[in-house]
């Protein structure tokens, strides 16, 4: 069912199969994330209610990862999610992980690009990019997320190869542009 999703030769059966799945909260065959995943690529906006019950979900942060993904990066619903993507860059107690925040932390960069701002936001992704008690990964998604804000288009967000690994001259110019650009938002 995914594959037909992400071909977009998902019938109506499915596409319903799988909306019934995340209303109920329950599958009866494959899981939930991926019935989640289809009503992601095959929905649109009038299903944000439904996938929003899903963005904060303890036990299983990888559902509130993808909750997230599909209502911000899919759907462009960001504007109305940023209390919770602000939560979510900071942290939650039970993402132990740091699944659901790094996806914050993405579609931080992409909202920052699009939308100018929140600079609060911004902030919040330069304090992780510079604090050393950081995992050097989440370091570099953050680096990732200001390049793609500052509109760098040699950061493809796409590619994991595609680090700005810390401490080069390269995450230092991002920090640089970004703390002039949003120091003055």
């Known amino acids: 069912m ?4 992400k071909s ?10 799988a909306m019934d799945a995340v209303t109920e909260g329950r599958v009866e065959s494959g899981d939930l994330y991926t019935a989640l995943h289809v009503v992601g690529l095959a929905g649109s906006r009038a ?4 996938v929003g019950k899903y963005l904060h979900v303890p036990a299983d942060p990888m559902l509130s990862r993808l909750a997230l993904q599909i209502l911000c990066d899919y ?9 919770e993507l602000r939560a979510f860059v900071a942290g ?17 960069g992409n909202h920052l690009r699009e939308a100018e701002g929140p600079s609060e936001l911004a902030r919040m992704i ?4 510079e604090d050393e008690s950081e995992f050097s990964l989440t370091r570099e998604s953050a680096l990732r997320a200001l390049a793609r804000s500052l509109g760098d288009s040699l950061v493809d967000p796409s590619s994991p190869a595609v680090r700005v690994r810390v401490d080069t001259p390269l995450a230092a110019d991002v920090l640089e542009r970004a703390v002039a650009k949003w120091s003055r938002s």
């Open 75 to 83: 759907w462009g619903m960001t504007s109305e999610f940023l209390p």
């Open 47 to 50: 299903h944000a209610e439904a």
């Open 2 to 5: 995914l594959d037909k999703a």
């Open 8 to 17: 977009g030769k998902l019938d109506g059966r499915d596409f319903r199969m």
């Open 126 to 129: 330069m304090a992780i990019a």
């Open 92 to 108: 939650v107690e039970w993402d132990v992980d740091g699944d659901v925040r790094d996806m914050a932390v993405s579609v931080a």
